[in-house]
């Protein structure tokens, strides 16, 4: 079972409060923060969908470094 850790979404200008379940430095589930004075228990699918980006399999997991006339 993972441990609840509060956060800010940052998708979007709106920065919403979300709540990560985070289990060996994974993201397990979100949800909205329910304390946010910012958005006050909302958030919208681009925040909730943080796991499907930190698990995407094309996502860049190092820097890249431009070689070459290109």
């Not at 709540?19 to 681009?46: L, Q």
């Not at 698990?55 to 070689?67: E, F, L, S, T």
């Amino acid at each position: 079972m993972g441990v609840w850790k509060k956060t800010q979404c940052n998708f979007c200008a709106a920065t919403c409060g979300i709540e990560m379940e985070i289990e060996d430095n994974k993201i397990i589930n979100v949800r909205p923060d329910k304390d946010s004075p910012k958005s006050k228990g909302y958030c919208c699918r681009k925040g909730r969908s943080a796991k499907f980006y930190q698990d995407h399999g094309d996502r860049i997991d190092y820097p890249m470094k431009k070689v070459g006339d290109h």
